[in-house]
């Protein structure tokens, strides 16, 4: 049932790029209109407030123009995009509900035996809807709450509502817009006060269907004094026609909470991946986003955290790589909205094949933001004369005792690096590779082991693609 | 005299267009341990960058022969494995790449099979104790930050792990301390023997007392003008280069072509 795809443009097995084929319970028509938008919230019965907020967002999105910085845009047909696919009549409960053919797919991904090892709840996103969905016991009995976004608006509707496009308005941006408009699936987490969750929580994320734009939405809410760490990893298959992917991130770390959001994504080089993520942070709470972009033809992601209280801490470390063909414009923002907080900013890019890496950043702080400190990094590596990297580091800062410091490099693989390496017997392609997984060591060192494992392969994966 | 191991036979070489090294040779038998002196610039680490294959410079005239082999159509990495060993006058920094994890790639490929951990550990240890590293050096990326010293003993204990029958010390000596210098020179002499052979490039007598050469060569403007026994030694350390290069130095230097 399920087909091996081949990589068209490359010639060589994409991994993760099989697909089923097709099943649904539920298949939008392509485009995007209100009587859509209706089908969809009527659909996951939804109260009258979400249908409301999906209506004026949809408002928002016809009314705002493209972004014209950043990346090229243009060639996204919003008329031919599915906006909302229901795989299964219900979601599954357990793992005997889970339909065959997705569980075949659960298991190329290598969900149950991650989920053996140490996985603390499992939500897979596929398609729009959240079909397999597990929490470890004792997570429940600490009070912790890991659910598809969908379900947590059913069960938490208070909490949703008191929090949800708070961070992230509707009106935001344009892709913002869309996502508030067509949201479906994403997770959403709430951890109880003093709660430590010890092991991260993962969910997987997969675009299927051809065409089909991915509009999840998470919600993460730490009470104060607490503490979790989420993971998301995407893989997606090949296609010969653009693919969407627009979502919104949500993060509220309280009094004293600490935050950490792990992303690692290797869209198929044909998706668009414009995401929107921003965190708060309020008094002595910390939000860290470690953001890994592989693969996409073109990536516009700027993880932001807004210090709303003094001692909070925001902290970004992001890695790019971009191919032939490809376009990574990522950074970061930091916000300063309260005196005494503190950023740091730690960017890494490579570029090949006449990829093109940016970084594009801010560090604001507002008037009455004193005592301020923040520290910018972006190292760019470049692997070859065709490839290509920019750096926009903005500044904006209204208040005088702020420390801001900011540093940046780019370097070329250097002749004389790759000749000490093999004069100690390494191959070419095998000195590359350790420059390269040398150059993003200190986000690797940061990632939970089996991820540093997966970003390193993936990585040489795509540098053995430019070899050959 | 065994059996020539490493044969340079009137080697020219340019880099960015330029000849640096214009007619070398040099033979250096299985076994011997050779010096090669000269003042700077003379081209000496030119000689041992292109012994290792460095693609900067480029052979345009005259061959070498590394165990009855042409050297010069083998990529660098190739050279390594075919036991060949440069100690860099200056070591680069790879970032992000511990020694350890460094060592260990660089071992297995080197030997073209996987080094069982407990062996490597064992080796890693032992070449440690010889050159008096602390443990956690080997953690630290790979010359990242290290002193200058101390680049230079991990090129030695690179040295150590590797097992090379032929050795270029590319001024290994200079940036040592009197005790590494010591040190340095015994963790050498342990790995001498009737297999290892060593191709000394220095400046000073000092090392070459705690590690002794059978020849001496004197590089001068890219051509080796003499060549001699140890004594050679003690007569530029008296007296400096200038008597040397009357004495054997071309008459024109700036003829390098007609020179044969
Ligand atoms: N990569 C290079 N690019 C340009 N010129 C070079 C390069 N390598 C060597 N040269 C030139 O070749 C000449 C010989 O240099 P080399 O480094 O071989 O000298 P050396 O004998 O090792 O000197 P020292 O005793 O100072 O180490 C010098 O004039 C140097 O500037
Ligand atoms: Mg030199």
Same mark, same amino acid.
């Given at each position: !049932?399920?087909?091996?795809?081949?990589?068209?443009?490359?010639?060589?097995?994409?991994?993760?790029?099989?697909?089923?084929?097709?099943?649904?319970?539920?298949?939008?028509?392509?485009?995007?209109?209100?009587?859509?938008?209706?089908?969809?919230?009527?659909?996951?019965?939804?109260?009258?407030?979400?249908?409301?907020?999906?209506?004026?967002?949809?408002?928002?999105?016809?009314?705002?123009?493209?972004?014209?910085?950043?990346?090229?845009?243009?060639?996204?047909?919003?008329?031919?995009?599915?906006?909302?696919?229901?795989?299964?009549?219900?979601?599954?409960?357990?793992?005997?509900?889970?339909?065959?053919?997705?569980?075949? $797919?659960?298991?190329?991904?290598?969900?149950?035996?991650?989920?053996?090892?140490?996985?603390?709840?499992?939500?897979?996103?596929?398609?729009?809807?959240?079909?397999?969905?597990?929490?470890?016991?004792?997570?429940?009995?600490?009070?912790?709450?890991?659910?598809?976004?969908?379900?947590?608006?059913?069960?938490?509707?208070?909490?949703?509502?008191?929090?949800?496009?708070?961070?992230?308005?509707?009106?935001?941006?344009?892709?913002?817009?869309?996502?508030?408009?067509?949201?479906?699936?994403?997770?959403?987490?709430?951890?109880?006060?003093?709660?430590?969750?010890?092991?991260?929580?993962?969910?997987?994320?997969?675009?299927?269907?051809?065409?089909?734009?991915?509009?999840?939405?998470?919600?993460?809410?730490?009470?104060?004094?607490?503490?979790?760490?989420?993971?998301?990893?995407?893989?997606?298959?090949?296609?010969?026609?653009?693919?969407?992917?627009?979502?919104?991130?949500?993060?509220?770390?309280?009094?004293?909470?600490?935050?950490?959001?792990?992303?690692?994504?290797?869209?198929?080089?044909?998706?668009?991946?414009?995401? #929107?993520?921003?965190?708060?942070?309020?008094?002595?709470?910390?939000?860290?986003?470690?953001?890994?972009?592989?693969?996409?033809?073109? #990536? !516009?992601?700027?993880?932001?955290?807004?210090?709303?209280?003094?001692?909070?801490?925001?902290?970004?470390?992001?890695?790019?790589?971009?191919?032939?063909?490809?376009?990574?414009?990522?950074?970061?923002?930091?916000?300063?909205?309260?005196?005494? $907080?503190?950023?740091?900013? $730690?960017?890494?890019?490579?570029?090949?094949?006449?990829?093109?890496? #940016?970084?594009?950043?801010?560090?604001?702080?507002?008037?009455?933001?004193?005592?301020?400190?923040?520290?910018?990094?972006?190292?760019?590596?470049?692997?070859?004369?065709?490839?290509?990297?920019?750096?926009?580091?903005? !500044?904006?800062?209204?208040?005088?005792?702020?420390?801001?410091?900011?540093?940046?490099?780019?370097?070329?693989?250097?002749?004389?690096?790759?000749?000490?390496?093999?004069?100690?017997?390494? #191959?070419?392609?095998?000195? $590359?590779?350790?420059?390269?997984?040398?150059?993003?060591?200190?986000?690797?060192?940061?990632?939970?082991?089996?991820?540093?494992?997966?970003?390193?392969?993936?990585?040489?994966?795509?540098?053995?693609?430019?070899?050959? | 005299?065994?059996?020539?191991?490493?044969?340079?036979?009137?080697?020219?070489?340019?880099?960015?267009?330029?000849?640096?090294?214009?007619?070398?040779?040099?033979?250096?038998?299985? +076994?011997?341990?050779?010096?090669?002196?000269?003042?700077?610039?003379?081209?000496?680490?030119?000689?041992?960058?292109?012994?290792?294959?460095?693609?900067?410079?480029?052979?345009?005239?005259?061959?070498?022969?590394?165990?009855?082999?042409?050297?010069?159509?083998?990529?660098?990495?190739?050279?390594?494995?075919?036991?060949?060993?440069?100690?860099?006058?200056?070591?680069?920094?790879?970032?992000?790449?511990?020694?350890?994890?460094?060592?260990?790639?660089?071992?297995?490929?080197?030997?073209?099979?996987?080094?069982?951990?407990?062996?490597?550990?064992?080796?890693?240890?032992?070449?440690?104790?010889?050159?008096?590293?602390?443990?956690?050096?080997?953690?630290?990326?790979?010359?990242?930050?290290?002193?200058?010293?101390?680049?230079?003993?991990?090129?030695?204990?690179?040295?150590?792990?590797?097992?090379?029958?032929?050795?270029?010390?590319?001024?290994?000596?200079?940036?040592?301390?009197?005790?590494?210098?010591?040190?340095?020179?015994?963790?050498?002499?342990?790995?001498?023997?009737?297999?290892?052979?060593?191709?000394?490039?220095?400046?000073?007598?000092?090392?070459?007392?705690?590690?002794?050469?059978?020849?001496?060569?004197?590089?001068?403007?890219?051509?080796?003008?003499?060549? +001699?026994?140890?004594?050679?030694?003690?007569?530029?350390?008296?007296?400096?280069?200038?008597?040397?290069?009357?004495?054997?130095?071309?008459?024109?230097?700036?003829?390098?072509?007609?020179?044969?």
């Amino acid at each position: !049932m399920a087909v091996a795809a081949k990589d068209v443009q490359s010639g060589t097995d994409y991994k993760f790029g099989f697909h089923d084929e097709e099943d649904y319970v539920f298949k939008s028509q392509r485009g995007l209109n209100e009587q859509i938008i209706r089908d969809i919230s009527a659909h996951k019965k939804e109260p009258e407030w979400m249908t409301k907020f999906r209506l004026r967002a949809y408002k928002h999105f016809l009314n705002r123009p493209l972004p014209n910085w950043g990346g090229d845009v243009s060639d996204i047909d919003f008329d031919n995009i599915f906006y909302y696919i229901k795989p299964a009549a219900e979601q599954g409960k357990t793992w005997g509900d889970v339909p065959e053919y997705i569980k075949e $797919t659960f298991d190329k991904l290598g969900i149950p035996e991650a989920e053996r090892k140490f996985l603390a709840g499992v939500s897979a996103q596929y398609e729009s809807e959240v079909v397999y969905h597990s929490i470890r016991e004792d997570l429940e009995k600490m009070g912790v709450v890991f659910t598809d976004m969908d379900t947590g608006l059913r069960e938490h509707g208070d909490v949703v509502k008191k929090y949800f496009g708070t961070v992230i308005p509707p009106n935001d941006n344009k892709f913002a817009s869309l996502n508030s408009a067509v949201w479906s699936g994403g997770s959403f987490v709430w951890v109880p006060a003093g709660v430590k969750v010890e092991v991260p929580l993962q969910a997987y994320f997969r675009i299927n269907a051809e065409n089909m734009g991915q509009f999840e939405r998470t919600l993460i809410i730490a009470e104060p004094g607490s503490f979790v760490h989420y993971v998301e990893g995407c893989t997606a298959p090949i296609y010969s026609t653009d693919s969407l992917h627009s979502a919104v991130v949500e993060l509220i770390a309280l009094e004293g909470a600490r935050i950490r959001y792990t992303t690692i994504q290797n869209w198929s080089n044909n998706v668009y991946n414009l995401v #929107t993520k921003r965190a708060l942070a309020y008094r002595d709470a910390t939000v860290e986003w470690v953001d890994c972009n592989l693969g996409s033809k073109l #990536t !516009m992601k700027y993880p932001a955290v807004y210090l709303m209280e003094p001692g909070a801490h925001g902290e970004v470390l992001s890695v790019a790589m971009a191919g032939a063909g490809q376009h990574q414009d990522a950074g970061a923002k930091m916000v300063h909205v309260a005196p005494n $907080t503190t950023s740091i900013i $730690t960017s890494k890019s490579i570029a090949k094949g006449g990829g093109r890496t #940016t970084y594009r950043g801010l560090v604001k702080a507002y008037n009455g933001a004193h005592d301020v400190k923040s520290k910018v990094r972006c190292d760019a590596l470049l692997m070859d004369d065709e490839s290509q990297s920019d750096t926009y580091p903005y !500044m904006d800062i209204e208040d005088e005792k702020v420390d801001v410091g900011h540093e940046a490099t780019v370097s070329k693989v250097g002749e004389d690096q790759l000749f000490y390496l093999m004069s100690r017997g390494l #191959t070419e392609a095998e000195a $590359t590779n350790m420059i390269v997984n040398g150059f993003i060591e200190p986000i690797a060192k940061e990632l939970p082991m089996e991820y540093a494992v997966e970003l390193n392969r993936l990585v040489q994966l795509e540098m053995s693609g430019s070899v050959g | 005299m065994s059996e020539p191991s490493l044969l340079i036979d009137n080697l020219h070489v340019t880099v960015e267009g330029r000849e640096i090294l214009r007619g070398v040779n040099l033979t250096v038998p299985r +076994g011997e341990t050779h010096a090669l002196m000269g003042p700077n610039g003379s081209g000496k680490s030119t000689l041992a960058y292109t012994l290792m294959g460095h693609p900067k410079y480029k052979v345009t005239a005259g061959k070498v022969l590394w165990k009855g082999q042409s050297l010069l159509d083998l990529t660098p990495d190739q050279r390594a494995k075919s036991g060949l060993f440069l100690a860099f006058q200056y070591p680069v920094t790879v970032p992000g790449v511990s020694m350890v994890n460094f060592l260990r790639q660089s071992l297995r490929a080197v030997r073209g099979k996987e080094v069982a951990v407990r062996d490597f550990r064992k080796d890693l240890k032992s070449a440690m104790d010889v050159l008096k590293m602390d443990n956690q050096f080997v953690t630290r990326y790979l010359n990242d930050g290290f002193s200058g010293g101390e680049k230079k003993r991990a090129e030695m204990l690179q040295m150590a792990m590797l097992k090379p029958e032929m050795a270029i010390l590319d001024e290994t000596d200079s940036g040592l301390d009197i005790d590494a210098l010591r040190i340095v020179s015994e963790g050498v002499n342990s790995l001498a023997g009737p297999e290892l052979g060593v191709l000394i490039i220095t400046h000073y007598q000092r090392i070459l007392n705690y590690i002794k050469p059978q020849h001496v060569h004197v590089l001068y403007r890219g051509r080796v003008i003499v060549s +001699g026994g140890p004594e050679l030694v003690g007569r530029l350390e008296n007296e400096g280069y200038d008597n040397i290069i009357k004495e054997f130095g071309p008459a024109d230097d700036d003829a390098p072509q007609a020179a044969a």
